[in-house]
C-alpha cells in the first residue's frame, strides 16, 4: 500500500468517527439544554423584576405617603438597610424600592383617593408592587442575592445547592428584614430558631452528655453553616474530624499508632449532639468496642493480650489513649495507652 492509499483509508476512517462523535455530543448537547437545572433561576427572576411601567419614587415617598404611622416605618430606620440610606451616612446602597420594586404606580392617585375618602384614602396601591409574602422561597431569596451575592459575600457560595434551599426554606425563613437594629441572628438566639424545624436535636442537647449549647457556650453556627456548604448536613470544616480537632487539637495527633475508625471519623463513636452515655459515647462500654473488637477482629486472633481475665468492664481503664498512642507493646503493635 502506498502512503497516497493509506492516507485515504485513514482519512475514510476518521471521518465517520468524526461523525459519530458529534452525533454523541449533539444528543448529549440536547439532553443537557432539555434536562431542567436544579433551581430554574432564569424563572424567579422574572416574579422579582417588578412593574416596568413604574419609576422610581426613593424611600422618602414610600415612607411619607404610605407608611408615615407604620411600625414598618421605625423598624426599617432602626435596621442595618435603613442605616445605609440615612444622609448622615452616605451610603444610599439599599431602599425600599430594592426589594419591593419602583413604587410611582403605588402612589398615583393617593391625593385623588384622599380627596374623595378623607383621611382613609390615604392608602397606597400596593397591588403594584412586589409582595415578597407570596413569591415562592427562591424568588424571595434572589432578591436578596441581587446585593448579597456570593462574590461579595463568600459564605453564600452554597447557598442554591444547600439543605436548606432545596426544602424550600428562603432568607426570610430566618432573617426579618425590617426589624432592627440587627437582621443578622444573635448567637444566643440561634439555637432557639434552629429549634424551631428540628425539635430532634433540641431533645438531644437535653441529654445527660451534651455540647454546652443549651448553656449558650457554643451554638449551632460553630459546627454548621446554614447558608450551606461542601459537606453534609451543612457541616463546616474540609472533613468532618477536621471540624471536631478544631476544639478537641490534643486528639488530632499524629500519632505513631492510629486507632483506624477513630481516625477516620468521629462520629463512628460519638454522637455530636447529646447521649445517655459519657462523652458523648454512642454506646456504653465495653459495648461501643466490641462492636468491632468482637471475636474475629485482629485484636483478637492474633494474640493473647485480648484473652486475659478482666477485673473491669471499662476498655479504656487500660486503653485510655483510644485516640492514637505513642507507645508500642512487645510485638510493636500499639497499645493505646498513654
Known sequence: MNKRSGRA???????????????????????????????????YEKMIVGRLDADYVGTDNCVAKCHKHDKIASDFKRSVHGEQIKPETGLPLVNCESCHGPGSLAIANIEETKRLHGENGDKCDVSTLLDLKKLPPQAQSLICLKCHSAAS??????????????????CFSCHQLHEGPQQKVSHDKMAELCYGCHPDVKAQFSLFSHHPVRE????????????????????????QRD???????????????????V??????????????????LSAAMPFLCIQC????????????????????????????AVHGSDTPDNRGYGTLRK
Not at 24 to 32: I, P, T, W, Y
Not at 231 to 237: D, E, M, N, R, S
Not at 264 to 280: D, F, I, K, Y
Request: proline share 6%.
Open 9 to 43: 483509508v485513514v482519512r475514510a476512517g476518521i471521518v465517520p468517527a468524526a461523525l459519530i462523535l458529534v452525533a454523541l455530543l449533539g444528543a448529549g448537547c440536547a439532553e443537557m439544554k432539555q434536562s431542567h437545572p436544579l433551581l430554574p433561576v432564569a424563572e
Open 153 to 170: 459575600t463568600p459564605a453564600l457560595a452554597h447557598w442554591h445547592s444547600s439543605t436548606h434551599a432545596l426544602n424550600d426554606l428562603s
Open 216 to 239: 449558650k457556650k457554643m451554638g449551632c453556627f460553630d459546627c454548621h453553616d446554614p447558608h450551606g456548604s461542601s459537606q453534609p448536613k451543612l457541616l463546616k470544616g474540609s472533613t
Open 243 to 261: 471540624l471536631c480537632t478544631r476544639c478537641h487539637m490534643e486528639k488530632s495527633g499524629p500519632f505513631v499508632y492510629e486507632h483506624g475508625d
Open 263 to 280: 481516625t477516620e471519623t468521629c462520629t463512628n463513636c460519638h454522637v455530636p449532639h447529646g447521649s445517655v452515655n459519657r462523652r458523648l
Open 293 to 320: 473488637h468482637n471475636p474475629g477482629h485482629r485484636s483478637v486472633m492474633n494474640g493473647d493480650s485480648s484473652m486475659k481475665s478482666l477485673f473491669s468492664n471499662r476498655c479504656t481503664d487500660c486503653h485510655s
